[in-house]
C-alpha cells in the first residue's frame, strides 16, 4: 500500500497564499474541520500552518491573528511524502521529523495531504479486518 492510496486528495486540501490573514487560516480550519492548511501558490509549497501553531504562536504569545499573515507563523518548507513511497516508510518519516501531518506530492506537484489521524483510521479498519477473521475461526468467547 502506497501514501497514494491513503492520502486526502488535492480536492480535499485547505491552502491559502502566504500573504492570507491568519484569522482567515483559523475560520478555514474551523469551517472544513482540519488542523492545517498548507501554504502553497499554485502547486509550489510555501509552508504549512496548524491548529497548534495558531494556538501556540499566536494565542499563547498574545499576537493579534488581525495583524499576523500565513508567512508569519508558518513552518517554512515542511517536510512532504513521496506519493509512491510506502505506508510503513511513512510513518518511519512522520516519526523522524516530529510531524503528523505531510503534504503529498509527485514530484513537484502537490496532490494531496495524510496525518496521523488518516493512519490511525486506517489501523482500526484493518484491525477490526483482522478481528473479523479471528471471529469467524474461532470458537465464541464465554466470559466467565
Request: hydrophobic share 35%; charged share 35%; aromatic share 2%.
Amino acid at each position: 500500500m502506497t501514501v497514494r492510496d491513503i492520502a486526502r486528495p488535492k480536492e480535499e486540501l485547505v491552502t491559502a497564499e502566504p500573504d492570507t490573514e491568519v484569522r482567515e487560516l483559523a475560520r478555514q480550519m474551523r469551517d472544513r474541520s482540519v488542523g492545517s492548511v498548507i501554504v502553497a501558490n499554485d502547486d509550489e509549497i510555501h509552508g504549512i500552518v496548524t491548529d497548534r501553531d495558531l494556538a501556540i504562536e499566536v494565542g499563547g504569545e498574545g499576537r493579534n491573528p488581525d495583524k499576523l499573515t500565513a508567512k508569519e507563523v508558518m513552518a517554512e518548507d515542511p517536510f512532504t511524502v513521496e506519493a509512491d513511497s510506502g505506508v510503513y516508510e511513512l510513518f518511519r518519516e512522520l516519526r523522524e521529523h516530529g510531524v503528523r501531518r505531510a503534504p503529498v506530492v509527485d514530484g513537484d506537484e502537490l496532490c494531496g495531504i495524510v496525518t496521523a489521524d488518516d493512519l490511525l483510521v486506517l489501523l482500526e479498519d484493518e484491525m477490526h479486518e483482522l478481528s473479523q477473521i479471528i471471529r469467524s475461526e474461532s470458537p465464541p468467547y464465554t466470559p466467565a
